[in-house]
C-alpha cells in the first residue's frame, strides 16, 4: 500500500541553525501539508502546497519556513535558525483528487532543538 | 474556522465495551475525517464520510454525520487494548485540514 515517508525519524539540532524536514508524498497525489505538533498538544496546520507553490499558510508559517518540491517526488521543509520553541513532531500529508479524497500522513519527524 | 472539538476530551473503558466519541463543528463542510494517533507516532486515516452521507461503517467503525446539527460521531463497537489512542476529528478544504483537540481513549484490559 502506498505511504508517505518522512525522513529522518529523529533530527537533533542545536538552537539558530538551520534544518531540512524531508518527505516523499504518496505517488500521483497532488496536495501536500506540513504540520507540527508541540509534545502534549494540538495538530497544527503549517502549509500546504499544490500545483508548485503554496496554497495555504498559517500565521505560524512565517518567513522562518520555507518548502520546496526540487525533483517532482520530494517534498521539503526547511526551518532557518531553528528556536528552543521549534522543538516538535512534524508530519507531513499528502492528498489525491479534488475533493473529497482522505489524507495520508507519514510517520512524522520528531525535531529537539537544544 | 471549521476547527472540530471533540468530547469527551478523555474516555476510559473496559475492553469489549463501545466507544462513542462525538465531534462538534462550526462552519459547513464537504466532508469530515476521522485519524487515530497511537502515543508519538503517525496520524492513521480512520474513515471519511463525506456532507451527502449520513453513515458510514468500516470494520468496527461507525461513523455518523448530522450536517443539520454539524455533529459527528465515532464509534468503535467492541473496543479491544490496541485501540488505546487518541482520536481527532478532522474538517477542511483541499488547502488546509484542521484537527480538533482530540481524545484520549483508554481501553482496560
Known amino acids: 500500500e502506498p505511504e508517505v515517508t518522512q525522513t529522518p525519524s529523529h533530527q537533533v539540532t542545536q538552537m539558530g541553525q538551520e534544518v531540512i524536514l524531508r518527505c516523499v508524498p504518496i505517488?500521483?497525489?497532488?496536495?501536500f501539508y506540513w504540520y507540527r505538533q508541540i509534545l502534549g498538544q494540538k495538530v497544527e496546520f503549517l502549509v500546504s502546497f499544490y500545483n508548485n507553490e503554496i496554497s495555504e499558510k498559517s500565521e505560524i508559517f512565517d518567513d522562518q519556513f520555507s518548502v520546496e518540491r526540487p525533483d517532482g517526488s520530494n517534498f521539503t521543509l526547511k526551518i532557518r535558525s531553528t528556536k528552543l520553541e521549534d522543538s516538535a513532531m512534524y508530519f507531513c500529508a499528502s492528498r489525491g483528487l479534488k475533493g473529497y479524497t482522505e489524507a495520508f500522513f507519514g510517520q512524522g519527524t520528531r525535531l529537539t532543538v537544544v | 474556522s471549521q476547527q472540530g472539538e471533540e468530547d469527551p476530551q478523555a474516555l476510559s473503558i473496559q475492553e469489549g465495551e463501545n466507544a462513542t466519541m462525538n465531534c462538534s463543528y462550526k462552519t459547513s463542510i464537504n466532508n469530515l475525517q476521522w485519524y487515530r494517533q497511537n502515543s508519538g507516532r503517525g496520524l492513521v486515516h480512520l474513515i471519511l464520510?463525506?456532507?451527502?452521507?449520513r453513515e458510514k461503517h468500516s470494520g468496527r467503525l461507525r461513523v455518523t454525520l448530522d450536517t443539520s446539527k454539524k455533529s459527528s460521531s465515532l464509534l468503535i463497537t467492541a473496543s479491544r487494548a490496541a485501540d488505546t489512542a487518541s482520536y481527532f476529528c478532522?474538517?477542511?478544504?483541499?488547502?488546509?485540514?484542521?484537527f480538533g483537540k482530540g481524545i484520549t481513549l483508554s481501553v482496560r484490559p
Open positions: 464520510i463525506r456532507s451527502n452521507e
Open positions: 505517488s500521483n497525489h497532488l496536495y
Open positions: 478532522v474538517t477542511g478544504a483541499n488547502s488546509k485540514l484542521t
